[in-house]
């Protein structure tokens, strides 16, 4: 936290019941009246404190970036021995943030104060040290300024995406491969990503993508059926295995 936000202050109080309201039910639910209340003060104190809802979401973008420096900080391994992995636990934590606090996050990302944008540069600074670590141990296959903006691109839209998916079709897979594809792209370490399939599970898939929608040789009913299990052989490799995981979330 900034200075001025001392334990148990008016301000902190007010700052972290905005934060959560915000993640409750997001930036409508940060009206004045409300924080107030669950501050236990009064409307004006907001409006002396923080001018308006503006300053106060600045406030809680501050308050968000403090916590997450604090984090980051906290992970932060001076001389790792791995470089590359230092990068992908760094990428992690950011798009882990991002993915289980997206109301903050997104205020966060909103922010133009000079306190957040402070915040935000420090970080830069963190991400731009592991790129220059990478540079240094002979790693990196582009430009540090392109390779930092890579980072970024790529985490702001794991994010993103994540949380544009349906819930019933997010697959934390998404999230390796862009991790990955952002090494390949900045770096020469091979990615982690296990080789094609060549198992029933990705002849599973390929028979899928080619079965025609209006296939006369079976009926609506057995094309239903037989896409179903071959969706159950694309995910799981098993038609027990998607059966059983089902019977579990009924």
Not at 221 to 248: I, K, M
């Amino acid at each position: 936290m900034t200075p001025r936000d001392t334990t148990d202050s008016p301000r902190r109080r007010i700052v972290e019941a905005a934060v959560e309201l915000l993640e409750k039910g997001g930036p409508d639910a940060v009206s004045t009246r409300a924080v107030a209340a669950a501050a236990g003060m009064q409307p004006p104190a907001i409006y002396r404190l923080f001018g308006d809802k503006e300053g106060l979401l600045e406030a809680v973008a501050e308050h968000g970036y403090a916590q997450f420096l604090e984090s980051k900080r906290a992970q932060l391994d001076p001389e790792p021995q791995d470089a590359v992995e230092d990068l992908r636990r760094g990428w992690d934590m950011v798009v882990e943030f991002g993915i289980s606090r997206p109301e903050l996050f997104a205020v966060m990302s909103r922010a133009t104060g000079r306190e957040a944008d402070m915040a935000h540069r420090a970080g830069l600074e963190i991400l731009h040290g592991r790129v220059r670590r990478l540079a240094a141990g002979g790693w990196l296959r582009v430009d540090e300024e392109l390779a930092a903006q890579i980072i970024q691109a790529t985490g702001r839209g794991a994010v993103t995406t994540w949380h544009s998916t349906p819930a019933a079709r997010r697959d934390p897979a998404l999230l390796t491969a862009l991790r990955e594809a952002m090494v390949t792209a900045i770096t020469r370490a091979e990615p982690v990503i296990p080789h094609a399939e060549t198992g029933p599970a990705a002849a599973a898939r390929a028979l899928r993508a080619a079965l025609p929608d209006d296939a006369d040789v079976l009926s609506d009913a057995e094309q239903h059926l037989l896409r179903e299990w071959l969706t159950r052989l694309a995910a799981d490799g098993s038609p027990t295995a998607g059966t059983h995981a089902n019977r579990r979330t009924r």
